[in-house]
């Protein structure tokens, strides 16, 4: 019971990003599924200018995604507060 309430919480929270940032599928699509802290950096939700796709909590990215070659690039935001 344990195992099938954390699935449905799984597959919940990733509807439920879906929903609120249609571009996330997408920008996850390289094939790595690992993030890397970087602490908060000042940023809105959503596509920028270098194609990169955004999810802020509070205006606030903490976790960047791992390219498919392992490296961490730096954090751009376009639409800097």
Do not use: R
């Not at 929903?19 to 000042?42: C, L, M, R, T």
């Amino acid at each position: 019971m344990i195992i099938l309430g954390t699935i449905l919480t799984i597959v919940a929270v990733h509807i439920g990003i879906a929903i609120e940032h249609p571009g996330f599928s997408k920008a996850a699509s390289n094939g790595k599924a690992q993030w890397h802290y970087v602490g908060p950096h000042d940023c809105k939700s959503g596509k920028q200018k270098d194609g990169a796709y955004a999810i802020a909590l509070d205006d606030k990215v903490y976790f960047k995604q791992v390219s498919k070659d392992g490296t961490i690039g730096k954090v751009t935001c376009s639409e800097s507060k």
